[in-house]
Structures are given as C-alpha cells and as structure tokens.
C-alpha cells in the first residue's frame, strides 16, 4: 500500500512538476518581450542622440545585452561590416530568424520582428527613429495583451499538471 501512494505522490509531482515548466515558458515569452523592448529603446537612443551608425549601434548595444539578444544584435553588427552585397531588410530578417526564432518569444513577435528591418533600415535619422517608435508602441500592445493572458495561463498550467497527474495516478490504480 505505501508503495502505491509512494508512487502516486510521485506521478503528481512529476505532472504537477510538468505544469509548472510549462507556466515558466509563459513567462519566459513575457520577460524577452521586456527585454526586446528595452533593446528598441536602447537603440533608438543611440541612433537619435548618440548619432551612431547601425553597426556601431549594434554593436554597443548587444556587449551589455543578455542572451540571445546578445548574439542577434552582435551577429548583426558583424554581417554588416562585412558588406556582401545583402541589403539591411535582408541581414535583418535572417538575423533575425536565426538568433531569435527558438528564443522563447512568441512566434508572431518574431514574425513581426522579422519584418520590421524593410522599414527599419533604409530611412534617414528621424525615420528610423519614428520606425523605431511604432515598433515600441505594437510590443508595448503585445505585452499588454500577453500581461492580460499571462495570470490565466499560469494557472492553467499548473492546475492542468495537477490534475492530468491526478488522473494518471487513478488511472494506473
């Protein structure tokens, strides 16, 4: 008898345990959103106040950023001093895709992400910085909307964990 509520109280913990990593991925995708907003931010300043060209901007920026923007915006920076006759859209959008795509962020943020380097990249200063504002606000809608989901899908995680192991732990008594 011990030995089945031994092995119960583990199938719930495992499941419960199941819940809670799948909470965490949630989070995740919130907390690189954040990151990705203070990114935009950080960049808009160096464009507009520092005056720094995109390479030099990058590469500021992405020696303080965490993984894997780090990388993204670094890989970024390399790409373009290497000029091989790719247009900025074109090292942005493969950049892009390639650093950020398994990064935990939502796959409509990275699509949109992707996109952004057509606009991004070929205006003047104050476009770039007006390009660079309109992205902020459409992630600063997208968090908002993700804040509002983010508290009833946690839950769901865990209570989901629990109870499939509830369920399980009935199922293999």
């Known amino acids: 008898m011990t030995a089945k509520l031994i092995g ?10 199941g819940g809670g990593l799948a909470a965490q991925k949630v989070r995740l995708g919130y907390e690189r959103l954040r990151c990705l907003q203070r990114i935009i931010c950080q960049l ?12 030099e901007a990058f590469q500021r920026i992405g020696t303080v950023s ?4 780090k990388e993204w915006l670094l890989s970024m920076a390399e790409r373009m001093e290497e000029r091989r006759g790719l247009t900025f859209a ?17 796959s ?23 390009a660079l504002d309109l992205y902020q606000e459409e992630v600063g809608r997208t968090m908002e909307e993700l804040r509002g989901e983010m508290q009833m899908k946690i839950r769901l995680c865990h209570c989901l ?6 369920f ?3 199922l293999l008594l």
Do not use: H, N
Not at 44 to 55: T, V
Not at 90 to 106: F, S, V
Not at 161 to 166: D, H, K, L
């Open 8 to 17: 119960v109280c583990m199938v719930v913990g495992a499941a419960s345990a």
């Open 44 to 55: 808009r300043s160096e464009i507009q106040y520092a005056r720094a060209c995109l390479p």
């Open 66 to 69: 965490e993984s894997p923007y």
């Open 90 to 106: 074109q090292i942005w959008e493969e950049r892009t895709w390639e650093y950020l795509k398994d990064a935990g962020i939502p």
């Open 108 to 130: 409509e943020s990275v699509k949109r992400l992707a996109g952004f380097g057509g606009q991004f990249g070929t205006a003047d200063v104050s476009l770039q910085v007006r």
């Open 161 to 166: 964990g629990v109870m499939s192991g509830i």
């Open 168 to 170: 399980v732990a009935v």
